[in-house]
Structure formats: structure tokens, C-alpha cells
């Protein structure tokens, strides 16, 4: 039986308890959290057995991805990248939208988002290029030219309907340069070329975007724009409206006394910061939320909300640590590996997966403007949800090739002492 379950498990037991905990957690809120879809649908039990069946086919996929070799993964890079680019391009010209956000595609009767597949291409394409010119002094001066082209390729598509996604991939892209040595004097260049960049679509933003000053109560994520406003901003800069409200609704939000709290017109935040004020510090217990019933997104985008609403400040720290977690342990894998593409490509996922969560994490506290980050393994999903469990996978199946090396090395040292 054990045996049997051993090889089910495979990989790093440390990851597995990290993702086993994950999905627990998961299970539990999006349970409490999806009152609004419950009272929409008319049964209690549909949401959660659906999410329960997508992470049951995450986990399938997880098992499968953990058990394929590290080097398959380098001969899936180009078929990835290819597929990526089309699905990009397809979601930007027939794409469905949501939110004013052409996100979604069907195919054989399947809805997904391209920049959950973009996303994990980006960082193989990345880790592949990062060893393949790794020298003894760092990686080779050209290897940033060669991240940056996949860049331009991938990165200005996933930007074109959901900006805080590419600004994420590129911040898990500069940190895996990092770990992959790339020249400082290279890295300091990058950054202000960035800085530049960013000034430039900022004043865009601000000077051609309209802020949109009501919200529509039934679905607030984002800003809705009316017809007029739609064909004003049609094209490229359609999504200028939205980018700038958000801007000017953090950076220029002041102390608002709760009394005069507009609650039609920043509902998120306000519940959401309601859910974190009321849970006294100790939580009102798993599915007692109240404010679950007045957040549109609260099984999703801001369910770290009501995780804190009915944890309390243990179960917002356990949540946060268990990221931290993945991250520390991944390293550790990383740094067992004997090549380094499969070093490159665990640490990359784990930050990618690690800076989602805690950027979900900052904007349900307030401490960032409001995106459409879901919090990656707790979050209800579909695609994403997936997606994220593959990662997993093609972290667990580093974390096997680095124990195997690793036991190798110390059958290696013991035989020599035992020579000596």
C-alpha cells in the first residue's frame, strides 16, 4: 500500500504537503465564499463539487507532469511558443469578454485563458535560454537580448487585455535574470529602460483614459464603461478607461470616515475592508463570512478577504507562510540540481506562483490597486486552477531528478571514505 502511494507522491514530500494544505484551504473558502454563485444557480452543493472536480483534474495533470523528465520539457519550449502566440492573437481578435476584457476563448466546448499557457512558456523559454548560455562568470552578455526578443513576442499580447498579468510575468522574468547571473551593469540598464517605458504608458493612460466614476454594484471589479465611452476608447486603448480609474482611485483615495463610505461605488474595497476589520483578530470561524454575500469577487479575486473574516490574523499569516514556504523549499530543490535549466525552471514557476499570491494578497489588504489576480491554488478557477497544478508538477519533477542526484553524490562520498 505504501508502496503504491509512493509512487503516486513522487517528488519533494515538503511540496506536496504545501499544495495538500492549498487545496484544503481552498476547498473550505471557496465553499463559504461562493454564496453569490449558490443563490444565482439555486444549489449550494453545484459550485463546490464543480470546484473540486477541476482541482481533481488539476491533480491528474500534476501526476502526470511530475513523471515526465526534465529534458521533455526543453523539446515542448518551441510547440509552447507557437501555441501561445496563436491562442494570444486569437483571444485578442474573437476572444469573449469579461469585465471589458477580452480573456477567454472556447475550444471543443472549453473556455481558457492563453495567458495562464503564456505565462509557464514564458518562463521555459526563459530558464532554457538562462542555461543554455550559463558561463563561469554568469550567463553570457547576449542571453538578455534573447529573453528580451520572447518578451516582446509574448509579453505586449497578454498586456493588450490584462496589464497586471504581463507587469507580474515581467517582474518574475527580471528575478529569474537575477538567479541566472545576467550582467548588473545589463540589469541596470533594463530597469530604466522599464522605468521610461512605464512613465511613457502611464501619461498615455492619464492623458487619453476617461475615469469612470460609478461602478456597476452587480459586478465591480472593474469599472464598467458605457456604449459611448466603448466606441470613444475602442481599438488598442480600450482598456485606458478602466487602467485609469483604478490609478486615480489608489493613489489619490483618502481617509473616508465609515459613515460616508459610498458603498455603490467602491464596493469591493469597502467590503473587503470590512471583512478584514470585523474578524477581531481571531476570525469568525470557517463559513461564518458575512461580507461573502456583498463581494462580487469574493471566491475568487479577493478571497484572501474572507480567508482573514473567518481566520482571524493565524489563518492570514498560515496562508501567506505557506507561499513563503514554497518558495524557500523550491530553492533548496534548485540548488541540488546538477544542470541548471531545471533549477532556472523551479525557481521561476515557484516565483511565479509566489508573487501572484502575494500581490493578491497586498491588494485585498489595500495595499495595492485592484487587479484580476486570483490568489494561485485557492482561488476558484478553471484554467488557472490547472494550470497552476501543472507547475506544481513540473516542480515536483525537478525535485525528483535533484533527489536522485543528490542521493547519487552521497553514495558517491561514502564509497570514497570507505576507499580511504
Known amino acids: 500500500m505504501n508502496k503504491k502511494l509512493g509512487n503516486i507522491f513522487k517528488g519533494d514530500k515538503v511540496i506536496w504537503m504545501v499544495f495538500f494544505f492549498l487545496c484544503l484551504i481552498s476547498i473550505v473558502e471557496v465553499f463559504s465564499a461562493s454564496s453569490g454563485l449558490t443563490y444565482k444557480g439555486g444549489n449550494y452543493m453545484a459550485p463546490i463539487i464543480k470546484h473540486i472536480l477541476i482541482l481533481g483534474v488539476g491533480i491528474f495533470f500534476m501526476v502526470v507532469t511530475l513523471n515526465i523528465k526534465c529534458k521533455y520539457f526543453k523539446i515542448a519550449t518551441p510547440i509552447l511558443l507557437i501555441i501561445s502566440v496563436t491562442t494570444l492573437v486569437w483571444v485578442l481578435i474573437a476572444g469573449q469578454s469579461t469585465n471589458d476584457a477580452q480573456r477567454w476563448i472556447s475550444f471543443l466546448g472549453m473556455q481558457f485563458q492563453p495567458s495562464e499557457i503564456a505565462k509557464g512558456t514564458m518562463i521555459l523559454a526563459t530558464a532554457q535560454i538562462l542555461s543554455a548560455m550559463q558561463t563561469d562568470n554568469g550567463a553570457d552578455k547576449h542571453a538578455m537580448k534573447f529573453i528580451l526578443l520572447v518578451c516582446v513576442v509574448i509579453i505586449p499580447f ?47 493612460v492619464m492623458v487619453l483614459g476617461k475615469d469612470i466614476k460609478q461602478e456597476d454594484p452587480k459586478n465591480n471589479l472593474t469599472e464598467q464603461v458605457t456604449q459611448d465611452e466603448e466606441t470613444r476608447s475602442g481599438g488598442v486603448f480600450h482598456r485606458f478607461d478602466t487602467w485609469k480609474s483604478r490609478i486615480d482611485k489608489f493613489l489619490y483615495s483618502k481617509e473616508v470616515r465609515p459613515e460616508e463610505v459610498d458603498l455603490d461605488k467602491d464596493a469591493q474595497v469597502a467590503h473587503a475592508n470590512i471583512a478584514i476589520a470585523s474578524s477581531n483578530i481571531i476570525g469568525k470561524g470557517p ?26 490574523i493565524i489563518g492570514a499569516f498560515v496562508v501567506a507562510m505557506l507561499y513563503i514556504i514554497l518558495l524557500f523549499r523550491t530553492g533548496r530543490i534548485a540548488n541540488r540540481c546538477e544542470n541548471n535549466f531545471p533549477a532556472f525552471l523551479a525557481m521561476g514557476l515557484a516565483l511565479l506562483l509566489v508573487t501572484q499570491a502575494l500581490f493578491n ?60
Not at 551593469?185 to 504608458?201: D, N, P
Not at 489588504?365 to 484580476?372: F, M, N, R
Not at 494561485?376 to 536522485?404: D, E
Open 287 to 312: 463559513g461564518n463570512s458575512v461580507e461573502r454575500d456583498f463581494l462580487s469577487q469574493a471566491f475568487s479575486d479577493f478571497i484572501y478577504a474572507i480567508i482573514i473574516e473567518e481566520t482571524g
Open 361 to 420: 494578497m497586498c491588494v485585498a489588504v489595500g495595499l495595492a490597486p485592484v487587479t484580476g489576480q486570483p490568489l494561485p491554488l485557492i482561488s476558484k478557477g478553471g484554467t488557472s486552477s490547472i494550470i497552476n497544478c501543472v507547475y506544481i508538477g513540473a516542480i515536483l519533477s525537478v525535485s525528483r531528478s535533484a533527489t536522485k542526484n543528490k542521493v547519487a553524490e552521497e553514495d558517491k562520498m561514502e564509497a570514497e571514505t570507505v576507499m580511504i
Open 158 to 204: 497578454i498586456a493588450a487585455e490584462n496589464l497586471s498579468t504581463a507587469a507580474l510575468l515581467g517582474v518574475v522574468i527580471f528575478f529569474m535574470m537575477v538567479v541566472g547571473r545576467i550582467p548588473a551593469q545589463q540589469l541596470g540598464k533594463l530597469i530604466g529602460g522599464v522605468v521610461i517605458f512605464i512613465v511613457a504608458i502611464v501619461t498615455l
